[in-house]
């Protein structure tokens, strides 16, 4: 992993071939570490490639740049999204895993949401926690039946419901074979979002 594409990241390689790869993408403000152990228990046994947004926004580390809340830089996020996706290339190159399924948390399920737009033969799929739609006007991608989860808040501050049904629309008419749920839940991770996407994980990703 030699030229700029490289992320700071962490590796935990996997216990077994048999289980893809998770793709683990933080929140704004968090780091490489965040997502480990949400990682470890939801895939037991997965490799985790987890990197740090490479954006700072008042020191809080992010994967792209915003505007302002829920009002995004989209040029700098396709550019962004194209440095993850090559990312991901090289570390499946380096560590010798198959494309990983993403699970990103807001900011980082925002650009997971993007890549899959922009990039969708980097990622087998994506669970995507408290996401709005990244790009206005998106490329139109072949998603080919790409499995994708997504989680919403129905009382989320920073996500409207409508936001988040038309990305699930956005996808499904991309080709991805998409489940969403609108949990109880604000924009935090909860326990029904561990429940729902263990299970989604044991359905399609095991
Ligand atoms: C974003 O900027 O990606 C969204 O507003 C979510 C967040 O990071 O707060």
């Known amino acids: 992993m ?7 990241h962490r590796f935990e390689p996997g216990s077994g071939p048999e289980r893809p790869p ?5 929140g704004t403000g968090g780091d490489e570490n965040d997502l480990v152990p949400l990682g470890r228990a939801l895939a037991p046994g997965a490799a985790l490639l987890s990197p740090r947004g490479p954006v700072l926004e008042n020191g809080m580390p992010r994967f792209f740049r915003r505007l302002s809340e829920g009002v995004f830089d989209e040029a700098d996020l396709r550019r962004r999204a194209g440095d993850l996706a090559d990312f991901v290339v090289e570390a499946r190159a380096a560590y010798g ?9 807001s900011n980082g399920a925002n650009i997971a ?3 899959l737009l922009l990039r969708p033969e980097a990622l087998a799929g994506a669970i995507l926690i408290r996401a709005m739609v990244p790009l206005a006007d998106p490329p139109s991608a072949d ?5 994708v989860l997504i989680l919403s808040g129905a009382a989320d501050p920073i996500v409207p419901a409508e936001n988040a049904g038309r ?3 956005m996808l499904e008419r ?9 949990l109880p839940a604000g ?13 989604w994980i044991a359905a399609n990703a095991a």
């Open 22 to 26: 998770l793709l683990l993408l933080h």
């Open 187 to 199: 924009h935090g991770i909860g326990q029904g979002d561990l429940a729902l996407a263990r299970a």
């Open 97 to 105: 895993i198959a494309a990983p399924i993403a699970l990103g948390f």
């Open 174 to 182: 991309a080709g991805a074979r998409v489940e969403h749920h609108r």
């Open 167 to 169: 990305l699930g629309a």
């Open 143 to 147: 998603l080919a039946a790409k499995p």
């Open 2 to 8: 030699h030229d700029n594409h490289v992320f700071t």
């Open 113 to 115: 949401a993007a890549t």
